[in-house]
């Protein structure tokens, strides 16, 4: 009983806290940036000359946190990361910034007062950062289906508890009937009650990521990638007074020295924990989250779709992103050893969720998978230092040689916890900073944020002749730095657009945004296509595409050589088919369907194959198949049985066949044997169906920080 008394006392006090935010919070006069943005050559200049208060090792959402948090206090920061700014789990979200629907449920359900303090932390943590970058962050529209008519009580009460917790400013939530529902997410099975639409929060999370380090830097924090820290500098009492890094990029050393350093690098956080301890007790447990990006006709454009009740048990969620959609379902335990690298298991599980869920008279595709990612999450190992904390989701620690450790934390809670960590910091090294109060949550606005608006975009139309999509995605980006972006486009040579060249047609990225992006410390062709533009995590076909156009661009800027452009697009490729999904590691399942051609057919078909093949791809289109058919004596092309067929062998890529799938389809429509393929499928099936039911080390949400 007393449980529920703190619990109800929670609830109630977040809600007068949440409506009374405008009126009780003092706003703090936000101190001028004191800088244009640095090279990264002035900043490894000032790496090696300067004494910090603080250094930061690890680029990802909490680092990029603290180095802001102490940077507008006025502490001397220093941060670096061994590969890219948000290149790890950072980068790898699933873009919402949510206030912890899930955590909700536990709360109420086990009348866990941890997860109702993260649920609190959250939704005013959503509205802080909506504060901090408007321009990079929106509401989107989320429909939770009822599926029995006894869940509606239930799911109206989380509710309603849920926007009573929120800022008076978030928008509420409301209820749709199974027709309406079906409307607005016409793909989604008949056999539902009806559903609630509630609001959470979106983001560009690699953007926001670099946002916040610009920011930053141009506050007067020295940040720089592609450093990796390999030793850690200590005094004679053997305290930790700095690091050692490397710079990845040209081999060079440098010694940077602080009074306090701060470990934030997330799932690679017991690396650096060793440099300080080699004894150091584990504090990370290695989580896997995948998810898979598919053609926008998978969801609507404007509204997403959570449901924590599937079939299988586990969560599934859809949600529109930058024009595409974007799928994944719940964590995971992974071993870290096994890389970031998503498999074809992977793939087809989540593959199988979307079948289950997804009306039946629709087919789903391997095909249609535009590019499969997936991060490390860390969430803190279980101690009893985790079992007594407030929100049990995530740790600040001091260790022997002073420095702090930050494990675990969400996109959500970023800004708080860096908060919290460079409170440790000024209090555990004796800092002196000129504001002891943080002003991140409600003083302070991101680079681009100020004279920002929704409608800015028509300026860059008008003023710049630039096409509307162009112009929105620069405006929602860049916020109002837009127009300096605007500015660089090169003429379009044509009477409308005038300005901007795209780099593909199917997106609205312009060749401007590569300068741009070497501007915003952009080192690598992989910074520009994963990070800077985000088409490598859209579709990996069109980032291999536009992979020589990138460079050209990228190598004048950086006057790269020939060969060290060539070397930049093999890593590019390597990273794009192992990370992105473009060649996941293959499962035996797929290429067990048999073919029923002799020696000599095979050799005839794979002589063919290689005479379309011209360009050497790898693959061929159907419409080259169609003709191949013809010239094999097929009078006219069986549309009906090659779309048949092609569901059956579940090609890995829309509109083209590799040789394997191109043996297939010239055995079934060229001999009219497709009935093997039918048997096949049925034992394709039953391989998928070991992989839908395998045994997974699942997160309870007590643990993975709760989610939507």
Not at 144 to 153: E, T
Not at 224 to 235: A, F, G, Q, S, Y
Not at 608 to 622: A, R, T
């Amino acid at each position: 009983m007393s449980k529920f008394l703190q619990v109800a006392v929670l609830a109630g006090s977040s809600m007068l806290s949440a409506s009374s935010l405008t009126f009780g919070q003092e706003r703090t006069k936000v101190p001028q940036m004191k800088r244009e943005l640095p090279t990264r050559s002035m900043n490894l200049d000032a790496l090696r000359r300067t004494e910090y208060d603080v250094l930061i090792i690890g680029g990802g959402a909490v680092g990029a946190g603290c180095a802001l948090d102490a940077a507008t206090r006025g502490l001397k920061t220093a941060l670096v990361d061994a590969d890219d700014f948000g290149s790890g789990t950072s980068s790898k979200s699933s873009k919402l910034l949510h206030g912890g629907l899930r955590d909700l449920d536990q709360a109420i359900s086990k009348l866990d007062l941890a997860a109702f303090r993260r649920v609190r932390t959250c939704l005013k943590e959503r509205s802080n950062i909506a504060n901090l970058a408007p321009h990079l962050n929106q509401p989107v529209p989320i429909m939770l289906p009822i599926h029995h008519w006894w869940q509606l009580p239930s799911y109206w009460i989380k509710l309603h508890i849920y926007h009573l917790m929120a800022p008076s400013s978030t928008r509420g939530f409301q209820f749709i009937r199974t027709p309406e529902a079906l409307d607005i997410f016409p793909m989604m099975r008949r056999d539902i009650y009806g559903a609630f639409v509630f609001y959470e929060g979106q983001h560009d999370d690699a953007r926001l990521c670099l946002a916040v380090i610009l920011t930053a830097a141009r506050y007067g924090a020295d940040v720089c990638n592609h450093m990796k820290v390999t030793e850690l500098l200590r005094n004679k009492e053997q305290q930790i007074v700095g690091a050692k890094a490397v710079d990845q990029l040209t081999g060079k050393s440098y010694k940077i020295r602080a009074k306090v350093v701060i470990n934030a690098t997330g799932p690679g956080s017991d690396s650096i924990c060793q440099l300080e301890d080699a004894n150091a007790e584990p504090h990370c447990t290695p989580t896997w989250a995948s998810h898979i990006v598919l053609p926008p006709f998978y969801c609507p454009e404007e509204v997403g779709l959570f449901d924590p009740n599937t079939r299988s048990g586990s969560a599934i969620y859809f949600l529109p992103w930058l024009g595409h959609t974007l799928m994944g379902t719940s964590d995971e335990l992974r071993e870290s050893s096994e890389g970031p690298q998503p498999t074809e298991m992977e793939v087809q599980y989540l593959l199988e969720g979307i079948k289950s869920y997804i009306n039946p008279n629709f087919d789903v595709r391997r095909c249609d998978v535009l590019a499969v990612w997936g991060g490390y999450k860390p969430l803190p190992a279980e101690t009893n230092e985790l079992r007594y904390s407030l929100l049990k989701n995530h740790l600040i620690s001091l260790g022997p040689g002073n420095m702090i450790s930050i494990v675990g934390g969400t996109w959500s809670s970023f800004r708080v916890i860096a908060e919290k960590a460079i409170d440790v910091a000024i209090n555990s090294g004796g800092l002196n900073p000129m504001r002891i109060n943080s002003i991140t949550a409600t003083s302070c606005k991101l680079d681009g944020a100020d004279g920002w608006s929704p409608n800015m975009f028509i300026r860059l139309v008008q003023d710049f002749g630039l096409e509307r999509d162009v112009a929105k995605h620069l405006t929602d980006t860049y916020g109002s730095n837009a127009c300096k972006v605007a500015v660089c486009a090169n003429p379009s040579g044509s009477s409308w657009p005038i300005t901007g060249k795209r780099l593909h047609s199917e997106f609205p990225y312009i060749e401007a945004e590569v300068r741009q992006g070497v501007k915003d410390y952009a080192c690598t062709l992989v910074d520009m296509v994963a990070r800077r533009l985000r088409v490598a995590f859209l579709n990996v076909h069109v980032a291999e595409d536009i992979l020589p156009k990138v460079a050209n661009v990228m190598a004048q800027e950086l006057n790269w050589s020939r060969k060290q452009k060539s070397r930049q697009i093999l890593d590019a490729q390597k990273f794009l088919h192992t990370q992105m999904g473009q060649s996941p590691t293959l499962d035996p399942a797929h290429t067990n369907i048999p073919i029923k051609l002799d020696v000599q057919q095979v050799q005839k078909y794979a002589s063919h194959f290689k005479v379309l093949d011209d360009q050497e791809s790898g693959y061929v289109s159907i419409n080259q198949c169609c003709a191949a058919m013809k010239s094999f004596g097929v009078k006219e092309v069986p549309v009906d049985l090659m779309h048949n067929v092609l569901r059956d062998i579940d090609c890995h890529s829309q509109g083209k066949v590799n040789l394997y799938e191109f043996l297939l389809l010239m055995s079934a429509i060229v001999h009219g044997d497709t009935a093997y393929l039918r048997y096949a499928k049925l034992r394709l099936d039953q391989r998928l169906s070991t992989i839908t039911n395998r045994k997974r080390k699942m997160i309870p949400v007590e643990r993975s920080g709760g989610g939507l």
